[in-house]
């Protein structure tokens, strides 16, 4: 009696190895399927279709609370896959295939029921059948007990005959099940000929092509405008009210190192953490004691060096950890220093270092800028000033300011009610005031800088080492420039 049950379970087995093909494959055949990326290092996802001719908006955040990243894409309304009548057909399709899919789960659960039921019986039937034997070898043994013991048994088999019936109906399911494979392989060749038969190497050329597509775009994802900054993280409590601490801006992904820098201004002791839970629980740590004292909290690091601003001048120092010495330190040209130009805060904030997608960066004041913010590209080899920009903004009015994407975005307070309130762009040479929330949730920021490689804002508060993620808006336009 079991032998129709294996025939049904193999059946089952086949057709749903069949349905997940169809489920998995039907796409990818035409083209349909999205295509995911992922870039090793940065955890940074993003999916995209084949765009038309309007431009898609997309908007990529460093990390969810779970830690991946999250991409949002705004897509046309009018896309070419809404008006493909092939799309339409294959979306029919996918769903009679989904319905397939479901109905063969509870016929495999169904089966799976009645098997155990009629295992659970076998022992009944070989009585039975042991019974009937004796019984037919020698008739005078019959009597009216041994009826009644037969009839009992007949009794406890009474309820196999609905599982029997279930199997005839679940057996007529199978052929219908069948026919609607049949005519789902019908239609699908039927649509693989309306679209010119392409071949497996075509169908290959054509994915080669979408990946290099999407490799070459997922290359100019990196950068975008800031629309928006998540609700404060905070790592540790520790410290004084005013520090900094920070991960190497450039190093892979698998250098979790994090450094940590207490007070503002005089401090010669760097504590370097092998990883971010050792910070946290302050543990596993080694120890580096600068040659010059630093001024203020805008230090960065970046490929393995803290370039920082010596105590009493504008002299930037760039100190190699591994070496333990100092590479190169060179003077800013007329930077003030000394709590001559500081942030709002005060704290020798004159000279401010940081890092993004484009490189290393100063941010500082001079005379001849009457106070005003002055941005400059510097080389991280050298210490050379590259390039410089007056961005016209007052840096005492200024909380704290950090860099992305080759844009400065600045607060208009360090304390509570803050928000990021202004933006100089130097790819265009020119500035706009914005409005984005930013929640200073312990009421004193001393220290903001933004680590490209983790897209997140590192912050000291009061105390608190806290990050922040970010929202970075792109337009992805069909020639594939951003």
Not at 7 to 17: H, Q
Not at 193 to 220: F, I, P, S, T, W
Not at 400 to 427: D, P, R
């Amino acid at each position: 009696m079991t032998v129709p049950l294996l025939k049904i379970g193999a059946v089952l087995s086949t057709m749903a190895m069949v349905t997940n093909w169809m489920s998995q494959t039907l796409p990818s055949l035409v083209g349909l399927n999205g295509t995911a990326v992922s870039r090793a290092g940065t955890s940074e996802k993003i999916t995209l279709f084949q765009s038309p001719d309007e431009g898609w908006q997309v908007y990529t955040s460093a990390q969810a609370p779970d830690g991946k990243c999250l991409c949002t894409a705004v897509i046309p309304v009018q896309g070419t896959c809404s008006r493909d009548l092939r799309s339409h057909q294959l979306r029919q399709l996918m769903e009679k295939v989904q319905n397939i899919s479901q109905s063969m789960e509870v016929l495999d659960l169904r089966t799976y029921r009645d098997l155990q039921y009629v295992r659970n019986t076998e022992s009944l039937m070989k009585g039975l059948d042991s019974r009937l034997k004796v019984a037919a070898e020698s008739q005078k043994s019959l009597n009216a007990k041994s009826f009644q013991e037969l009839k009992d048994k007949m009794t406890e088999l009474l309820p196999l005959m609905p599982v029997l019936d279930q199997y005839k109906s679940d057996t007529r399911l199978i052929v219908h099940l069948k026919e609607e494979v049949r005519n789902l392989s019908g239609s699908l060749l039927a649509i693989q000929e309306e679209m010119g038969a392409y071949d497996y190497e075509e169908l290959q050329q054509r994915v080669l092509m979408l990946e290099a597509r999407l490799h070459a775009c997922m290359q100019k994802l990196g950068c975008g405008k800031l629309t928006g900054v998540s609700n404060p993280i905070t790592i540790r409590a520790s410290g004084s009210r005013f520090g900094s601490w920070m991960t190497d801006t450039m190093t892979p992904s698998a250098d979790s190192r994090v450094w940590y820098m207490d007070g503002y201004y005089k401090g010669r002791r760097v504590l370097e953490f092998r990883t971010l839970n050792d910070f946290v629980t302050g543990q596993n740590f080694v120890q580096h004691l600068l040659p010059h004292p630093w001024a203020g909290t805008g230090h960065v690091v970046f490929n393995g060096s803290l370039y920082y601003n010596k105590y009493q001048s504008n002299i930037a120092v760039k100190y190699h950890f591994r070496s333990r010495s100092v590479l190169v330190q060179r003077s800013l040209a007329g930077a003030g220093y000394n709590n001559t130009f500081p942030y709002s805060w005060g704290g020798f904030s004159d000279i401010d270092f940081m890092v993004d997608e484009s490189g290393l960066w100063a941010v500082y004041t001079t005379n001849q800028n009457a106070g005003n913010i002055v941005v400059s590209r510097v080389d991280p080899q050298t210490l050379e000033v590259l390039h410089s920009w007056d961005t016209g903004y007052p840096k005492r009015s200024a909380g704290e300011s950090f860099m992305i994407c080759g844009t400065l975005y600045v607060t208009n307070s360090h304390l509570a009610g803050a928000k990021i309130y202004f933006a100089y762009y130097t790819n265009t040479s020119s500035y706009e005031y914005t409005d984005i929330p930013f929640h200073n949730q312990y009421s004193h920021i001393s220290m903001l800088d933004y680590n490209p490689r983790e897209r997140v804002l590192y912050t000291w508060n009061n105390g608190h080492q806290v990050i922040y993620n970010v929202t970075l808006f792109h337009v992805i336009k069909t020639s594939g420039e951003l």
